[in-house]
C-alpha cells in the first residue's frame, strides 16, 4: 500500500468537495489503486494568509475525511480545537519526511498568481506534488511552475484548472502521445454555451442571462463569463501546456457574447446551423494563434451538439486524426474529482 | 534518454504502419519524452509460426526504422538477407538483458487467441512490456495475461485492439481514475456505422454495403462487422479491462444489422433522430450486462452526431457525470499510432 500524505490550502467550495470526496473513494482508492490518502493538514486563507502569519489544522493520519469535515467545520473559535495549531506555518507543514501531495484550491488571482503562486512554488521547491484547481497561478507561470516541478522531481498537475471533470490534458498529453496536435478548439465556459444555447431557441441575450443568472450558473458579476475571459483562460493554458510555451493573457485575441452581431446572430439560428463561442488554437509553424471568437459551426461539427452548460474540445492530429471529448461535471464536485484523479495518477504504476 | 528495445511480432498491414511511424516520431521521441525507440528484431508469421519453427530478423540498435523497412522489404529469399537469423526463435529473442517492449500485432483468432496468446504469455514472462493490437488473445485470456503482466512487474497495453486511435481505455482508466463507472454505450465498429449512415440517407441494405465495399469500408466477407460480432469483441475487452472481470464472448447478447426491424428502420429515419448499434454495458450490482444492440437515438443522445466510419463511446460515471469521447483514425496507421502511444506511455514519468 502507498501512502499519499495530502495537504489541502483553502477551503471554499472546491475545498470542501474535495474532502468530501476523499471521503467517499477512501476505500476504492485502497482497493482499486493500493493507494491510502491521509490528510496531513488544511490550510484555510480565511483563517490566515498563508505566508504572513501562521495556524493551520494538523491531524494524525488515523482521522477519515468524514471526522476531519466535522472537525474544521467547527464553527466555535478555531484557536481552541484541538487540531489548530497556531504557530505552524506553510514551510514548516512542509517539512516533513516523505511529502506526497499539496492541493491548491485558494482563490484564483489572474493578476498576480497570488497567493497560490507562491504556495504551488514553496511546494514543488519542498519536494511535494503539487494538484491544483488555481487558474490564475498557472497563468501567471506556468513555465516557471513546470521547470520547478522537473528539477524537483515531482508532479505539478492541472487537471482541476482547464476543465475540471472534462479531460482536456489527459487526452491531450497521455491519449494523444507521440502525435503531433495541429490544431484545437473548444467550447470551454458553461455559461456562455448555456446563454447562447438558450439565444438559439428565441430568447434576448438579457433574458437568457437573467435565467442563467436564477439558475446559479452565470454569477451576479458575468463580465468574466460573458466577455470571454474564462475561455482565454483556459485556451491559455492548455496551450502552454500542451505544446510547453509561455504566452500570456495578451497574447490571446478575446471576443465575447455581449454584442452579437445580428448577421451572425442570424445565421447561427438557421436551422442544422449553432453559433458557439470557441477557445481556438492555430499552429503556424512555429508560431501559435490563440484566440476566442464567435463562431457559426454546422450540423457536421463535432461540437455542434455541446448545448446548455455542457463543455467539449477537438484535437485535430496528424497520425490520429481528429479526437473529440465533451461532458464531465463542472461544479465544485467534479474539480474535486478532477484532483483525485490527478493525484491517483500520481501514484499509479500501471 | 531512456531506450526502448522493441521487438515486433507480424509484419502486416498494422506492423508495416507501426514501422513507418516510429520511423516518422524517432526525433520527436527522443526530444519530447527522452525516449530512444530501438528496433531489436522483427519476426513475421508469413516467414515462420514462431513457437513451432524459427528465423528473425534481428537488427543493430544503431539502425533507423527507415533502413530496417527497406531491409525486411527486399523481395529477394529471406534467408540471404544479412540481418536473417535463420536458427533464432522467440525464447532466444527475448533473453536479452534489459528488456524492452514486445509489439504484437500477428493475426488475430477469436477462437484460440493463437499464435498471440502464446507470443505474449512469453514475453511477460520474460519481463517485456507488451503492447498489442491483437484482440484475439486478448478475448481468449485478458485476465491472465494480466495477472501475468502484474506479477512481472510489467505492463500489458491494449489500446490498438480496441479502437484504434480512439482513446476508449485511457479515458476509462486514466481520466475517470477515482470515479465509478455506471454504464458505457459506443459506436465501436465503423462499417456497420457507415452503412446505418447511408440507410438513413435512403439506400436500401444491401446498395449500402455494397457501397461500403467498393470503398473499401467493408470487408469482402462482411459478417464479422454486419452481424455484431467486432462490436462484441470490442465491449468484451473493454467490460474486462476497465471492470477487471473475465467474461467471455457466450456472456455478450449479440445483434447485427443484416435484419433490422422495419419499426426501428423507420423510427431511426425520422428528423432529429438516428438508428445505431451499440455495444453497451450496463451494471446491475455486481453484475455486469453486455449486449450489441440497435437503438434509435435522438438528437440529444451524446453519440448521435456520430455518423459515418466515425466512432464514439460514452461513459456515465457517478463523480464526472458523463464523459464522451469521439473520433480517432481507425485504419492500420491510427492502429499503430496507437501501439506508439501506449509505448510512450509505459515509459513516461511525469
Same mark, same amino acid.
Request: glycine fraction near 6%; aromatic fraction near 6%; charged fraction near 20%.
Given at each position: 500500500m502507498k501512502i499519499s500524505k495530502l495537504i489541502l490550502l483553502g477551503f471554499g467550495n472546491v475545498g470542501r468537495a474535495f474532502l468530501n470526496i476523499v471521503g467517499e473513494k477512501r476505500e476504492l482508492c485502497r482497493n482499486r489503486y493500493g493507494l491510502d490518502l491521509n490528510f496531513h493538514s488544511i490550510v484555510d486563507i480565511k483563517f490566515n494568509s498563508v505566508l504572513k502569519s501562521k495556524g493551520a489544522f494538523v491531524f494524525p493520519g488515523s482521522l477519515d475525511a468524514k471526522e476531519i469535515l466535522e472537525i474544521v467545520s467547527l464553527k466555535s473559535p478555531e484557536r481552541v480545537n484541538p487540531y489548530w495549531k497556531p504557530e505552524i506555518g506553510l514551510a514548516q507543514i512542509l517539512n516533513v519526511e516523505e511529502p506526497g501531495v499539496l492541493i491548491e484550491c485558494t482563490p484564483s488571482d489572474g493578476k498576480t498568481g497570488e497567493p497560490g503562486l507562491s504556495h504551488i512554488r514553496r511546494a514543488l521547491d519542498g519536494g511535494w506534488n503539487v494538484a491544483t484547481a488555481n487558474k490564475g497561478a498557472l497563468i501567471v507561470d506556468f513555465r516557471g511552475l513546470k521547470e520547478l516541478a522537473l528539477k524537483n522531481h515531482v508532479h505539478l498537475k492541472i487537471s482541476g484548472a482547464t476543465a475540471a471533470a472534462l479531460p482536456i490534458l489527459d487526452v491531450a498529453l497521455?491519449? *494523444? +502521445?507521440?502525435? @503531433? $496536435? *495541429?490544431a484545437i478548439e473548444g467550447i470551454l465556459n458553461g455559461t456562455t454555451n448555456y446563454i447562447l444555447t438558450r439565444m438559439r431557441k428565441g430568447l434576448a441575450y438579457d433574458a437568457a442571462l437573467k435565467e442563467a443568472q436564477d439558475k446559479g $450558473? +452565470? @454569477?451576479?458579476?458575468?463580465a468574466k463569463d460573458v466577455e470571454g475571459w474564462d475561455t482565454a483562460y483556459k485556451i491559455l493554458l492548455i496551450t502552454n501546456a500542451v505544446f510547453d510555451r509561455a504566452y500570456s493573457l495578451n497574447d490571446v485575441k478575446v471576443e465575447g457574447i455581449t454584442a452579437i452581431p445580428s448577421k451572425l446572430m442570424k445565421e447561427g439560428s438557421e436551422k442544422g446551423r449553432a453559433l458557439k463561442l470557441l477557445g481556438k488554437v492555430i499552429r503556424e509553424g512555429e508560431k501559435f494563434i490563440l484566440e476566442v471568437s464567435l463562431k457559426v459551426l454546422d450540423n457536421s461539427h463535432q461540437l455542434f451538439g455541446v448545448d446548455g452548460t455542457e463543455k467539449g474540445i477537438s484535437f485535430l492530429t496528424d497520425t490520429m486524426a481528429s479526437v473529440t471529448v465533451t461532458g464531465g461535471k463542472s461544479d465544485p464536485r467534479g474539480a474535486a474529482a478532477a484532483l483525485l484523479k490527478d493525484i491517483i495518477n500520481i501514484y499509479r504504476s500501471d
Open positions: 497521455y491519449s *494523444l +502521445a507521440g502525435s @503531433e $496536435i *495541429l $450558473i +452565470a @454569477e451576479t458579476d458575468p
